[in-house]
């Protein structure tokens, strides 16, 4: 027992030392916090499959073989690289390897909103950090609260709504292991509007480990839609943690795709945290390979009369393997919720694997909740038909998969979001 | 309204809290292997017997309480517990004459005394009925009728000594020794349970029934079941159990074993309602039981339906290993919940062979303070071609204090697998109430009925004698917790 122990704890300290060689003081981070958060990583360790939440999801083992060295190690990266990553209808903002690049950077004025980086902050703002995202509930938190990057603030003042979607530009470009703690907090204030488009690329030439944590709160009355694209490509592994509070008549709207990435891990943690608002979490992954794609969501019921909704769909091909795990609470108080959740997957393979475990905890009695899952193969029915009016086996299966798929990609408002996505689930397939 | 009924149901008393006053022949207090050599050498056991039981122990000993279930609790302490109590005289029983009067009068206020007074008046029952008093069998009834079938109901025992071939071959085959705390603590001290075999091509004529009871204090109930169908074989098998009203906890570990060969069927019914604890949350029975079947050949089925209204703390997952191709797994289940009752059930498919197919369907009632909760896991192995499984799971919850969950479990490892899982959470809808109340039936009966019809479906597949227990022991666990 006691040797399993050691060697636990033995790669979060592997990680823990690596990183401090190369990590400088983070000044809008008070020094409790971070102390505290190195405590909590030493305690907890490193999430391994052991871990209830991480079942699905051995980040120790990834790190223990992948990452036994971080070298912190990066390309500079100019205009021409990003170029390509950006989005035409909108904002474009870039954050490299963990730290918001001004530079690179779209320019513009917007009443209402405030584009900063972490460093930049006021003291009042800086009190908002860690006020979502807390150290003690996952050690990975924890690990990107002590060593975070100098990441992006994004503000939208009282009552204005912007009228262009703000598109954010994640990207690594380590030419050694490297592990990057990217962080942002987007604080969207009373009846404000805005729709945010988070997308994560990997240009680098070597492996990263990428532990990304966003707090986002919505006030009271506001609106965020939010697109996350992920497009990281073999040799980056990644944890992207979603801690989002929202407040009275808001509405919270995530759209996730996941295109490629070797281990992708989402956690998207949302609380409902006064009456009448509404959450709803969609996503869609195709993944081949020796792909794991993890899908995490919690939706935190704390006050009455709220919905959320949440749909998931999936295509695991080759060897990879598809999650999905999805918890709704409700508490006590929280009379009245209407929670839904479904997650639907297709295996098109005999070596590949689904993992479902949608949860319900729930500890009020006037609530409508509901889950259903499903998994199988295409539907050979279907198939026959297709292929009866003279279309060929193997367009017939895409165009299956694509019908399958197509309520998800129907939801992107932006056209060329939606093309990109479009086209690179297509080349998937 | 409400509260007026809740009051009334939680003044409700447990019914079968009686003690009975037998002279038991116990075990000092406490675990170690002078007290398994202890059990086994009172039970006059072989030698193999003894090292299965010190093999388990020793396992145990290096194995750690699991503590993942919804649930939370003192933790028992196992030097604190008799590991074994017999009730005394024990003699062999020729005739139920000789039982002990005070056993019978036992007996009759469980209510399960009738086939024994038929039996004894020459009208026939059709259940054969195994007692299990403190972990010892006391009576089998109908042994000889069933032996002319060339069917063994025994209590485990009388099988270690008459068919030690049989037990060795099939003991620990679903649930080995080193399955999970509770299976190796009660492969290590088990004192009884029955034992069940039925031979190629034989339809049992009767029910078999298993009832346990836990009677004296300070003890732990370690019983052990286990259920052979050879080729083309059927049975259904029932069992039911009770126990006296304590303050302390006391602790039932369980192993129940179902293996099926080819074409074989066994039904497994269970109405479990242990002493679940005053409306304090104090006392009750622990009651954290391994049960599984394994179809282990082509065209067998194994269906679990259990009813569980009692125990503080339940930890169960009756669970189905198909094994052989176009083999069946079932489990219907209703589980209730009130005061501060906790429940963790479910169950576990594991598909290996081809075409093989499991249906889940669990209801949840949770009412007081109490917590229910559904895990499950439905896992298709790699090549287990053409498998399906549909599950559903539905809570009810009564009262803003209770909880329910549903922890389901799916993984999946083969493209032609065509899985389904469904689950709700809601409380009895006005509208269903108002519906009853405008025909004139009062709020009581209401509900009453809706519960019913809510749990139908897992009722139906009860055999006749206990889907009317069950029906009534619904209605008193949950008379009026909703208003």
Known sequence: MSLVAENKSAVTQNLLEQLQKNSSKIAFMPDTEIVSAIRILEDKGIPNNKHEDYKYCNIEAVLRKEFKTVEQSFNELTNADIAPLKIEEAINLVVVNGNYNEALSEKMIVKGLTVKSLNELSSSEKGLLSSQAKSDTDALIALNTAFTGNGLFLQVDKNNIIPMPLHVIYVNSGNSSNVTNTRNFVNIQASAEVTLIESFYNIGTAKVFSNFVSEKFVGENAKLTCYTFQNEGALSYSVNTNQVKISKYSNYTNNTFTLSGELVRNNHNVVLADSNCEAHLNGLFISNGTQSVDNHTLIDHQMPHCESNELYKGIAKDKSVGTFNGKIFVRKDAQKTNAYQSSKNILMSDDATINTKPQLEIYADDVKCSHGTSTGKIDTEALFYLKARGIGDESARKLLLQAFAQELIDKIEIPSLQERVLHLFEKAL | ?483
Not at chain 2, 14 to 32: M, Q, R, S, V
Not at chain 2, 248 to 272: D, M, R
Not at chain 2, 365 to 392: D, P, T
Not at chain 2, 433 to 451: S, T
Request: aromatic share 10%.
């Open chain 2, 1 to 483: 309204m409400a509260n007026e009924i809740l009051e009334e149901h939680i003044n409700k008393d447990y019914e079968w809290g009686f003690t009975t006053d037998i002279a038991a022949d116990e075990a000092p207090k406490g675990l170690n292997e002078d007290i398994i050599r202890f059990i086994s050498a009172k039970k006059n056991e072989p030698e193999w017997m003894l090292e299965f039981r010190l093999k388990a122990f020793r396992n145990w000993q290096n194995m750690v309480e699991p503590e993942w279930a919804h649930v939370s609790y003192t933790k028992p302490d196992f030097q604190d517990i008799i590991y074994y109590s017999a009730p005394k005289p024990k003699k062999e029983l020729a005739s139920l004459d000789e039982v002990d009067p005070e056993l019978l009068k036992t007996f009759a206020k469980l209510g399960i005394s009738i086939d024994e007074q038929k039996r004894l008046s020459g009208v026939q029952s059709n259940i054969a009925v195994d007692v299990v008093f403190d972990s010892v069998s006391v009576k089998t009834t109908f042994k000889e009728t069933l032996a002319e079938k060339g069917i063994i109901f025994c209590s485990f025992s009388e099988a270690v000594q008459d068919h030690p071939e049989l037990v060795k071959k099939y003991m620990g085959m679903a649930v080995p020794p080193t399955d999970n705390f509770y299976a190796a603590l009660n492969s290590a001290v088990f004192t009884d349970g029955s034992f069940c075999y039925i031979p190629k091509g034989v339809r049992s004529p009767m029910e078999l029934s298993t009832y346990f009871r836990i009677n004296a204090s300070g003890t732990g109930q370690f019983e052990r079941t286990l259920i052979i169908a050879d080729e083309d074989a059927f049975v259904s098998y029932l069992e039911g159990c009770t126990a006296p009203q304590r303050d302390e906890n006391q602790l039932h570990a369980a192993v129940v074993e179902i293996i099926t060969h080819k074409n074989a069927e066994v039904k497994y019914s269970t109405v479990q309602n242990w002493y679940p604890g005053d409306k304090e949350g104090k006392g009750g029975i622990f009651n954290f039981v391994t049960k599984r079947g394994i179809c282990l050949e082509d065209n067998s089925k194994i269906s679990w339906t259990q009813v569980e209204t009692g125990s503080a703390v339940t930890w169960k997952y009756p669970s189905v290993i198909l094994k052989g191709n176009n083999s069946v797994g079932e489990f219907y289940s209703v589980a209730v919940t009130n005061n501060y009752q906790q429940a963790d059930t479910g169950t576990k498919m594991i598909h290996i062979g081809k075409n093989t197919r499991s249906t889940i369907i669990s209801k949840g009632i949770s009412a007081g303070f109490s917590n229910n909760s559904y895990r499950g896991l439905v896992q298709i192995k790699k090549g287990a071609s053409n498998a399906r499984n549909f599950s559903q799971c539905d809570s009810l919850l009564m009262g803003d204090k209770c909880g329910a969950h549903t922890f389901p479990y799916i993984e999946i490892k083969d493209r032609s697998a065509v899985v389904e899982h469904e689950a709700t959470t809601s409380k009895i809808g006005e509208d269903q109430l108002f519906y009853c109340k405008q025909r004139g039936i009062d709020n009581e009966k209401a509900i009453g009925l809706i519960v019913n019809g809510y749990c139908k479906e897992v009722l139906n597949k009860l055999p006749m004698e206990f889907a009317v227990e069950a029906q009534k022991l619904l209605a008193i666990s949950l008379e009026g917790s909703v208003g």
